[in-house]
């Protein structure tokens, strides 16, 4: 869903403007991750993390009446010869903002065939791909890591000097022998307060991270904030105050948001419209991926050691940090390609 959105942007939005649009974009992410972190705050303490599962999936539900009102893209019409459906979309676009069609007409090429998996590994593009799945795994599994990684150090105190009063035990079977004991900490509510202060971290940044990306580039952008994320994981194994802890979370959390603005819209620019959709797809399910292995490192891994797990999510990023600024393109003011 979310690769689709940003397609169907990127190739609505001018070439000068894709690079402001879309970072802002994620003003509505944030506001999704706010509304989940204060429901939780209310409903899991008073009937259960179940209910606070289904009351989020409402909107899923609402957004799949709400698509057949998003309209298709003009440019993805034209190429596949439909040109009375891009012309029908594009003056509802000038009627929507009262201007007029400019004069002339359509002339995109209709594209013979569409993309191919193999046209992603063909000799133009091999490099690019590979290293955008790098990166696309890569800041996935920071983003998801992170986000859970602050549950888990909530969860362990990791302040100086502090230990938690909110242990519960819970004890599981039915006989002594088979009992086996359940610590459990219940989030108070000056973790859901720190949550929600770190995750207004995510668009902290979109000032520095639309400059970046409209002056320094999309690479390097992107290998600038790659490399503060691995600085700022380590920073987390740091012995601090309340204040410090909840200032490491602010930061990383800003900085893994902008990772991903980056990567979306350099993806998106990247490849050509015969490939774009294939292109975010196959770069998303590295994304889910990353999203999967993340859980292991951010509770696994860090129940048995906290600086084993930050090492290894600080190591990855500073390879993605070396990939995003070792590709092959700038796509920096680049019109959006028709074919490859």
């Known amino acids: 869903t979310a690769a689709g959105r940003l397609i169907i942007k990127t190739e609505f939005l001018p070439t000068k403007y894709r690079g402001y649009m879309l970072p802002l974009s994620q003003v509505f992410w944030l506001t999704g991750s706010l509304l989940i972190i204060g429901l939780a705050s209310v409903i899991i303490p008073t009937i259960g993390w179940r209910w606070l599962v289904r009351v989020a999936s409402i909107p899923g539900i609402i957004l799949i009446m709400a698509f057949k009102f998003i309209p298709e893209s003009a440019r993805f019409n034209v190429s596949t010869g439909n040109t009375p459906a891009a012309l029908a979309t594009l003056e509802h676009i000038a009627k929507m903002n009262r201007a007029v069609m400019p004069e002339g007409k359509l002339v995109e090429p209709i594209l013979e065939k569409r993309g191919k998996f193999a046209d992603l590994l063909d000799a133009k593009y091999l490099r690019t791909t590979l290293q955008i799945w790098v990166i696309w795994l890569g800041i996935s ?46 989030f108070a509510p000056s973790d859901y307060r720190t949550m929600i202060i770190s995750t207004v971290g995510e668009i902290a940044l979109n000032p520095l991270n639309i400059l970046g990306i409209n002056f320094l580039g999309r690479r390097l952008s992107l290998s600038i904030t790659m490399g503060c994320t691995a600085l700022f994981f380590l920073l987390l194994n740091i012995c601090t105050s309340s204040a410090g802890l909840i200032g490491f979370l602010f930061m990383l959390r800003a900085l893994v948001a902008a990772n991903f603005n980056t990567i979306y819209i350099y993806t998106a620019e990247v490849y050509p419209t015969t490939m774009r959709a294939l292109g975010m797809g196959t770069s998303g399910s590295l994304c889910r991926i990353g999203a999967m292995v993340a859980p292991f490192i951010s509770q696994v891994l860090m129940s048995a050691s906290v600086l084993g797990a930050l090492c290894l999510f600080s190591s990855v990023c500073v390879i993605c940090a070396i990939s995003a600024f070792t590709l092959p393109i700038e796509t920096k003011g680049r019109a959006l390609q028709q074919i490859k």
């Open 141 to 186: 599994f920071a983003y998801y890591g992170v986000i859970l990684a602050s549950a888990e150090l909530l969860e362990r105190d990791m302040v100086c000097g502090s230990k938690s009063d909110s242990e519960v035990v819970v004890t599981q079977g039915d006989s002594e022998e088979g009992q086996s004991p359940c610590h459990c900490h219940m």
